[in-house]
């Protein structure tokens, strides 16, 4: 069965102390893993799309990293902003109609 | 550019009733999925509409269905509703084409409570 864990569940960090958030996925063929941000009661807003292993992408203080097996979103020198739930989901080529998320990661950045 | 919006935005009804919830796709869109979100879950796939057809459903009973309209816009509609349907309903637009569908577009959610 396909599945996507995220770890940690929740990370509370300082103003400018740089971390990441896992996403490990097992999946029958991977289409694309996607990342989202989701503010509380707010729908998840789009942040990258990694196709394959060794691709990157980076916007402002995130950056995206694809393996075989799991995807970072690395966060440099957060700020109070950048506190929100996190979601990886992937699609896969024999369920493409429907991404599959986790759980979230919930970030917290103290000023 | 408008982007996904969906109505209403609170909702409490009664067990066993019936409830239908709205959404208006992005603009140029032609794919609309819904998700279900428990709180502190992740969205759970409902089922996806693709130039008014069904399009691929999740693991959910048969008293979720749904349309989608000629204008690409969509109805969730959930009967005999339970106390575990309390939850974040989200409705995601996409283009498809080919087969190929890019990035979805999320709305802000209908927050359904059943007492």
């Known amino acids: 069965e396909d599945q996507v864990t995220q770890s940690p569940e929740a990370l509370r960090l300082q103003e400018g102390e740089s971390s990441s958030l896992n996403c490990s996925y097992t999946?029958?063929?991977?289409?694309?893993l996607f990342w989202y941000r989701q503010d509380p009661g707010k729908g998840p807003e789009f942040l990258f799309t990694l196709y394959s292993a060794g691709e990157e992408k980076e916007k402002e203080r995130l950056k995206a990293t694809l393996t075989k097996k799991e995807s970072f979103l690395h966060i440099t020198a957060p700020k109070p902003e950048d506190s929100a739930t996190y979601l990886c989901?992937?699609?896969?080529?024999?369920?493409?109609?429907?991404?599959?998320f986790g759980s979230g990661t919930r970030l917290s950045i103290r000023p | 550019e408008t982007g996904v919006t969906q109505s209403p935005t609170h909702l409490i009804k009664t067990r066993g009733q019936q409830v239908t919830l709205r959404c208006s796709s992005q603009?140029?869109?032609?794919?609309v999925s819904w998700y279900q979100q428990a709180l502190g879950q992740g969205p759970q796939f409902i089922f996806q509409y693709y130039r008014e057809e069904e399009n691929g459903r999740g693991n959910f009973p048969p008293r979720f269905s749904g349309l989608q309209f000629p204008n690409y816009s969509s109805e969730l509609n959930v009967n005999a509703l339970e106390l575990d349907d309390s939850a974040l309903y989200l409705c995601?637009?996409?283009?498809?084409?080919?087969?190929?569908?890019?990035?979805?577009?999320f709305g802000s959610g209908t927050r359904l409570t059943v007492v």
């Open positions: 999946v029958s063929g991977l289409r694309g």
């Open positions: 603009s140029g869109h032609n794919t």
């Open positions: 989901a992937v699609r896969t080529y024999s369920s493409a109609s429907k991404i599959i």
């Open positions: 995601a637009s996409s283009f498809q084409t080919g087969g190929e569908e890019n990035g979805y577009t």
